[in-house]
C-alpha cells in the first residue's frame, strides 16, 4: 500500500486549504483511513479519521472545521481545512490500515495504522 499526500503548503489565519492523500493498492473489504499531524518534538496525533462505512471521527480541536472524505473506491482521501488557525500548523501525514477504525480515542493513536505517507507541510501564519 502506497500513501502519497499532496496539498500543502501556506495560509493566512483564517484560510483554507484541501489535503489530498492517493491510496494505491488497498484492495481490503474493510479499511481505515486517517490524517495526523505532528511539530518538531511532539507525538504524531490523529486528526481524523473515516470508517469503510463512511463513520468519520475528528479530535475536538478540529470539529467543525475540518472534513475528511474518500472517495468511492478509496483510491483518494481528502482534508478539507478551514478557518486554519497558526496552531494547526505541522506536517499532516496520511495513514491507513485494514481494519476498521478503532472506536473512542484509540483511533488517534500512532499504532493504529500500518500504511503511512510521507506527509505534506501545513503552515498558518497570524
Known amino acids: 500500500v502506497h500513501l502519497v499526500e499532496s496539498g500543502g503548503g501556506s495560509v493566512q489565519a483564517g484560510g483554507s486549504l484541501r489535503l489530498s492523500c492517493k491510496v494505491a493498492?488497498?484492495?481490503?473489504?474493510?479499511?481505515?483511513m486517517g490524517w495526523f499531524r505532528q511539530l518538531p518534538g511532539n507525538e504524531r496525533e490523529g486528526v481524523a479519521a473515516?470508517?469503510?462505512?463512511?463513520?468519520?471521527f475528528y479530535v475536538d480541536s478540529v470539529k467543525g472545521r475540518f472534513t475528511i472524505s474518500k472517495d468511492s473506491g478509496e483510491n483518494h482521501l481528502y482534508l478539507q481545512m478551514d478557518n486554519l488557525q497558526p496552531e494547526d500548523t505541522a506536517m499532516y501525514y496520511c495513514?491507513?490500515?485494514?481494519?476498521?477504525?478503532?472506536?473512542?480515542?484509540?483511533?488517534?493513536?500512532?499504532?493504529?495504522?500500518?500504511?503511512w505517507g510521507r506527509g505534506t507541510q501545513v503552515t498558518v501564519a497570524t
Open positions: 493498492e488497498l484492495y481490503m473489504t474493510k479499511s481505515c
Open positions: 495513514a491507513a490500515d485494514h481494519r476498521e477504525c478503532f472506536p473512542g480515542i484509540l483511533w488517534r493513536v500512532v499504532g493504529s495504522f500500518v500504511f
Open positions: 473515516i470508517d469503510s462505512d463512511g463513520t468519520t
